[in-house]
């Protein structure tokens, strides 16, 4: 039986959606088989893989499908049956409609980007997540080395009583461009943001390990 993970902020343009699509191909690139499924209204997600199989892109192979928030156990249990990780991608929300993607979760990844909006959606989100009992971590993406705001919200990061994790997802073109073309960061010829993907499905999957 496989594991899902679901991707959860309260705040929309943290990047769930980027760090979503990222993963599953970076799992699947791995050897392990990978589904994703949108439960945003906005389907970004599901653009993305639109845009994927028009593109005809001969990239790794990932199951997509689609719930709305009442479907997701019911979905997430039917794929985690014949694949190794599935991935929530979930609408920027901190509600009763975000409830069921977390209660199906043996993880919940929350992306956080350089600001303090970031930051002041995050309580909602961990609280959720710890009603329902499943571990959740921060992510820091859009992140900023190097600048003041950066290092404020890191340190703030630091004394939140929540997990997170060593890897990040720089402020980066690489990933839009990417997002737009139905492709991941790790489907173009080498950069930094092959590196740091990797991190992430490695420490992610340490910690599904764990569980």
Partial sequence: ???????????GGAGKTTLAVNLAVGFAREGRSAAL??????????RWFMARLDGGIDG??????TASAWGVPYESRKLAGRHDVVIIDTPPKADSDLRPALKAADLVLVPVASSHVDLWAVEAVLDLAA???VPAVLVMTRARSGTRLGADVAARLAEMEAG????????????????GQGRAAQETPRNPAHDEVAQ???EVGAMLARL
């Fill in 1 to 11: 039986m496989g594991q899902v993970i679901t991707i959860a902020q309260q705040k």
């Fill in 37 to 46: 499924v949108d439960t945003d209204p906005q389907g970004s997600a599901g």
């Fill in 60 to 65: 790794a192979e990932i199951e997509f499908s």
């Fill in 131 to 133: 009603r329902e009992q």
């Fill in 164 to 179: 997170r994790l060593d890897a990040t997802m720089a402020n980066r073109v690489i990933y839009a461009e990417t997002l």
């Fill in 200 to 202: 992430l499905v490695q």
